[in-house]
């Protein structure tokens, strides 16, 4: 199983960003698949999630009406769009896959089996 996430960069507040979750090795319809961020000094945190076999998409509220995560099973990836980014935005977003998680475990990290490497965001003021 391998995740590899892309698509970040620095940008100014205000603009968006798309990032790309790639996989290979699963089914990605059986899986859900989540977006955590981390800032340097800060714990891990979730920022969104796309149910397994069409379920429900989960956000945290500092990103929601902001961010937007999709899957194309198809293509095997799984994106977070991120409009009206914010210098806080600004961390190294990961993307994690797990294919038991209960949605109660969605938001922690530590429920995920499958992690990809990190994409460095950073949003300028």
């Known amino acids: 199983v391998q995740l590899q996430a892309s698509g970040g960069g620095l940008v100014q507040a205000g603009e968006s960003l798309r990032l790309s979750c790639t996989t290979s090795g699963i089914t990605l319809r059986s899986y859900t698949v989540a977006w955590f961020r981390q800032a340097p000094g800060k714990e891990r945190e979730f920022v969104a999630a796309?149910?397994?076999?069409?379920?429900?998409?989960f956000s945290a509220d500092p990103v929601k009406g902001r961010f937007t995560i999709s899957r194309d099973n198809a293509k095997n990836t799984v994106y977070l769009q991120m409009n009206s980014l914010k210098p806080e935005d600004t961390a190294v977003y990961y993307c994690a896959a797990d294919r038991g998680i209960i949605q109660s475990s969605i938001r922690t990290p530590h429920h995920y089996d499958h992690w990809g490497q990190g994409t460095q965001v950073t949003v300028s003021s």
């Open positions: 796309t149910g397994r076999y069409g379920g429900s998409t």
